[in-house]
Nanobody, 126 residues
Framework: EVTLVESGGGSVQAGGSRRLSCTGY????????MGWYRQVPGNECELVAS???????WYADSVKDRFTISQPRGKNTVSMDINNLEPDDTAMYYC????????????????????WGQGTQVTVSS
């Protein structure tokens, strides 16, 4: 059974930083794409960053140059440093894994081929 456990969320003032971490159990890390989605109630789920098994990363324009995703080779963890936070970054952040590739989901944690963590809330105050 695949389990993803996130940590690192919390409340922070605008301009601050957080590190989100995700530890996976029972996952084929070396064959998967992992990433972070976020969702605000009433809005669609947004893929903000991903990292492939070859180490290549991708970022949404809204977080480029502020967020950095990383995955130590051979480790079952993926982290994301989120810097220079803005109030619009307030959301529930979900770690996700897909053995093919991460795709668009209207709702995070939707049933399907993607594995999801339980989510960690990040709240940014102005």
């Amino acid at each position: 059974e695949v389990t993803l456990v996130e940590s690192g969320g919390g409340s922070v003032q605008a301009g601050g930083s957080r590190r989100l971490s995700c530890t996976g159990y029972g996952v084929p890390f070396e064959e998967s794409e992992m990433g972070w989605y976020r969702q605000v109630p009433g809005n669609e789920c947004e893929l903000v960053a991903s990292i492939s098994s070859d180490g290549s990363s991708w970022y949404a324009d809204s977080v480029k140059d502020r967020f950095t995703i990383s995955q130590p080779r051979g480790k079952n963890t993926v982290s994301m440093d989120i810097n220079n936070l803005e109030p619009d970054d307030t959301a529930m952040y979900y770690c996700a894994l897909d053995v093919v590739s991460l795709i668009h989901w209207q709702a995070c944690q939707a049933a399907g081929r993607t594995y999801w963590g339980q989510g960690t809330q990040v709240t940014v105050s102005s």
